[in-house]
């Protein structure tokens, strides 16, 4: 119950809703048990119109006398029969019952909207939260997660978790006033029939218990497989070419089935556990019924003196038959809500997960970059893994440093702790002085321009993608940062100009395009300092050219820091660190490294090599 009620907190306020809906739902209760109980009057009127041989015991009418309401309205009957005679009666009677099932269809339909607008209002708030949290999180969280589950709890587990939620809440509170609504009618008319018929209820739930029992462990498994086979459908289309160039659609095609047909057994599973209890439960009350109708229909054929007044009788087999109704739905929500507590428990998980860069309570924004970032001391793991050790490093303003290396060595963990993508587990980075942790993320990153090695583009006109990082971006603003990243051209050659589409994650365009389009991006948000991670490593020669003079122009009076695979690229940098092993083991420019003959060295030779 403590999940359910925290999940019920993303519905506040609850009572702009829970006021309107508890009178619309009283009062179409209300109505609907009068609907029921008004046949009692009405096959009155029949009953003696027709002079029916069967006798009413005395005890009888001190019974219905009794009866508040129907009491006053079989009066009203039997004074309107004896002044206006029995069919303008019928008449009366047939309008007041017209009247209270308009009443009541009028009532729940209001209810029905209360209940759809806070429906709707708790899966505003939840998805919200969720992906406001998940926005929030480190960068190394996604590293660690299948980009198909977190899609699932977003997308499919908050839709389960909303539905079922509101609809607990709507059957919690309708059903059981309903069912004692129905309950006092029926002790009212005959308290004998009434507690012998209610040991069926007991008899069902205890029934329905043992039915649903296994339900929130099958619910849960069940959201764990639909978001394996969401991941699955990610990596096929995220990866398509390259299943189709290795011939492995088959491979691939039988890995979603087979958790397709887990997935389909569990399910099937779980639904026939749901459905068995509604005919369980009916099959109870009917039987009930039968027992109920053929106990008092004995007693009234021999006149006995606990019997009904036929016309009572029936009203009251009319009421009883509805009380299964209530009862059911208490049963189907008391088997559905594990499906959404199973629901709600993976996607509060995502909800409670902490990022682990969070701005200090005093944290203050940095206003400007004027003088040098520095690491002192820098060491940094995944897990148990050291990537780097005891880093010392000062990038002063204006300057180009190149990271090299051998692959794996830590050039671009590195530069992810620059833009404090993660956090260093020993020692400091200071930006003018200041402390990282002293700083807000926000203020940091937005002195920082990035362009990396997989160019990624929105699904989106090219001119937004460019004013991505500065949405308010003029169009000359736009051309003119395309011109720096040498895009103005091919933009204009495309179809639709600045306004084409580049499709899924830029696939329209060529890698050069797109890589230019991402410079023009960087270009336009106009950052002091740049992050440049091998943003040439996978174009061909004429596409590199181009993207180099762009990137050249980009780091014009900048303060730049790049990681670049050909060494030739780098060789004018004002400063070369090389990084092996998460250390740094040469510092210095191109001449000075290449004077050491050192790994630099060693790195230059073999590329020439290869080169030639």
């Known amino acids: 119950m403590k999940i359910y009620f925290r999940l019920l907190s993303f519905a506040k306020p609850i009572e702009k809703f829970a006021i309107p809906y508890v009178v619309a739902t009283m009062l179409a209760i209300l109505f609907g048990t009068l609907n029921l109980a008004l046949l009692s009057p009405l096959f009155e009127i029949l009953l003696k119109a027709n002079n029916s041989a069967l006798s009413t015991p005395a005890s009888v009418k001190h019974e219905a006398s009794s009866f508040d309401i129907l009491g006053k309205f079989r009066e009203f009957v039997n004074n309107s029969i004896s002044t206006v005679g029995a069919e303008k009666t019928l008449a009366y009677v047939c309008i007041v019952i017209v009247c209270s099932v308009l009443l009541s269809n009028l009532f729940r339909y209001f209810s029905q909207r209360v209940m759809e607008d806070l429906r709707v209002h708790t899966l505003l708030n939840f998805r919200r939260k969720v992906f406001n949290n998940v926005m929030n999180l480190h960068v190394g969280y996604f590293s660690n997660e299948r980009k198909g589950d977190i899609i699932s709890k977003v997308a499919s587990d908050v839709q389960v978790v909303q539905f079922t939620v509101t609809n607990t809440l709507q059957v919690v509170f309708k059903e059981p006033v309903t069912l004692i609504v129905y309950i006092v009618m029926l002790l009212l008319i005959s308290v004998k029939l009434t507690l012998f018929s209610l040991l069926v209820i007991p008899v069902s739930g205890f029934i329905i218990s043992k039915i649903v029992k296994r339900l929130k462990q099958q619910a849960k498994e069940a959201h764990e497989s639909f978001a394996k086979m969401i991941g699955f459908l990610d990596e096929a289309l995220g990866g398509i070419k390259i299943i189709k160039a290795f011939n492995a659609s088959e491979r691939i095609k039988d890995k979603f089935n087979q958790e397709n047909i887990f997935y389909s057994n569990l399910t099937r599973k779980m639904v026939r556990r749901q459905q068995l209890g509604s005919p369980v439960s009916e099959f109870l009350g009917v039987l009930m019924v039968a027992t109920i109708v053929w106990y008092g229909g004995t007693l009234i054929l021999h006149n006995q003196q606990d019997a009904l007044a036929p016309s009572d009788f029936i009203a009251y087999i009319a009421i009883f038959s509805q009380v299964m109704r209530p009862a059911k739905a208490l049963t189907d929500s008391f088997s559905g809500i594990h499906s959404g507590i199973a629901a709600g428990e993976r996607v509060l998980g995502l909800i409670d997960t902490k990022p682990e860069l969070e701005n200090k309570a005093d944290a203050k924004d940095l206003e400007s970059f004027s003088q040098v970032l520095e690491l002192k001391n820098v060491s940094f793991a995944y897990g148990e893994k050291q990537i780097l050790k005891e880093i010392n490093l000062k990038i002063e303003k204006g300057k180009t440093i190149a990271l090299v290396g051998p692959s794996g060595g830590g050039k671009s963990t590195l530069m992810d702790l620059i833009p404090r993508f993660y956090a260093p587990k020993e020692g400091k980075i200071l930006i003018d002085g200041n402390d990282y942790e002293d700083l807000t993320v926000e203020s940091i990153r937005a002195k920082m321009g990035i362009v990396n090695q997989d160019s990624f ?153 290869n080169e030639q």
């Open 457 to 609: 583009l929105f699904n989106d006109s090219i001119f937004n993608n460019i004013a991505f990082g500065k949405p308010d971006a003029t169009e000359e603003e736009v051309v003119a940062a395309a011109k720096i990243a040498n895009a103005h051209d091919f933009i204009l050659n495309t179809e639709n100009g600045y306004e084409t589409n580049v499709g899924d994650r830029g696939n329209k365009l060529s890698g050069g395009q797109r890589q230019r389009v991402c410079i023009a991006r960087a270009v336009l948000a106009n950052p002091p300092i740049m992050l440049l991670d091998e943003a040439t490593s996978a174009l061909d020669t004429e596409s590199e050219k181009l993207v180099q003079e762009a990137l050249n122009n980009l780091m014009q009076n900048r303060t730049s820091v790049v990681i670049a695979h050909r060494l030739s690229t780098i060789q004018h940098a004002n400063q070369i660190v090389v990084i092996d092993k998460g250390q740094i083991v040469e510092q210095g420019n191109h001449n000075e490294l290449l004077a050491k003959k050192g790994l630099y060295h060693r790195l230059i030779e073999m590329q020439t090599f």
